[in-house]
């Protein structure tokens, strides 16, 4: 168990509806990571933030945006969708400042787009 | 932008045999992870590099940071069912801390 806690596990809709992946970061960590995997794909980097504020964005589109709360979880909110967001999106925490940095993922939100 | 190239893409071996896969960047880097991802579940860091010319073992996996801090490499001896997976090099992006991920590679067992 890495600690970073995502919810839901699995989310199915519809084209252009909207949802919301939640990611809680592990106790301590400031830091939150979101990746997107495409079936059989690498991860690729979405946005970051730390402590509350955007740090770091990606290849995220415009649909997408993402927000971090004073108790640190994130989440992470995709509008419009469209077939091709189908996806696992993963979540992942650091401790930012610290010269080794090291992610730990939470298991994945699945999300299919019928 | 920086990329991670993995090699080989796949791997089929049988249980009981020693495993090596590689990842080369086109600039240099200054931490090396590795980690592997079973299916459904997210990445679980393996080995972590910090410094040009280390080697780590992590029980039977051992890494090794290349010299010229363009490539790493990691070895798997004595293969395992559980040892199936994709496994990922990545590495933060340099000035700021997102990671970069290889292209992974697979890794199957045959009976």
């Known amino acids: 168990d890495s600690g970073v806690t995502q919810t839901p596990k699995h989310l199915i809709t519809a084209t252009g509806q909207r949802v919301t992946l939640r990611c809680s970061p592990r106790?301590?960590?400031?830091?939150v990571y979101w990746y997107q995997q495409s079936l059989d794909q690498g991860l690729q980097f979405l946005i970051q933030y730390y402590n509350g504020e955007e740090r770091a964005k990606g290849n995220i589109l415009e649909r997408f945006s993402a927000q971090q709360f004073p108790d640190l979880h994130s989440e992470l909110n995709l509008s419009s969708l469209e077939l091709g967001d189908s996806a696992l999106y993963f979540c992942?925490?650091?401790?930012?400042?610290?010269?080794?940095?090291?992610?730990?993922f939470g298991a994945g939100t699945r999300l299919s787009v019928l | 932008g920086q990329q991670l190239n993995q090699s080989p893409q796949s791997m089929f071996i049988q249980e009981g045999e020693d495993v090596s896969m590689n990842c080369t960047s086109s600039s240099i880097f200054n931490t090396w992870l590795w980690y592997k991802q079973d299916p459904g579940e997210g990445p679980v860091l393996l080995i972590a590099l910090y410094k040009a010319g280390e080697l780590t073992s992590n029980g039977r996996l051992t890494a090794q940071f290349g010299i010229t801090r363009k490539d790493s490499f990691l070895n798997i001896s004595a293969s395992i069912p559980s040892d199936v997976g994709i496994y990922f090099c990545?590495?933060?992006?340099?000035?700021?801390?997102?990671?970069?991920f290889g292209t992974g590679t697979r890794l199957t067992i045959i009976p």
């Open positions: 106790s301590g960590d400031l830091s």
């Open positions: 990545a590495g933060p992006n340099f000035g700021n801390e997102k990671l970069t």
């Open positions: 992942a925490s650091s401790v930012v400042g610290e010269a080794k940095n090291i992610q730990y």
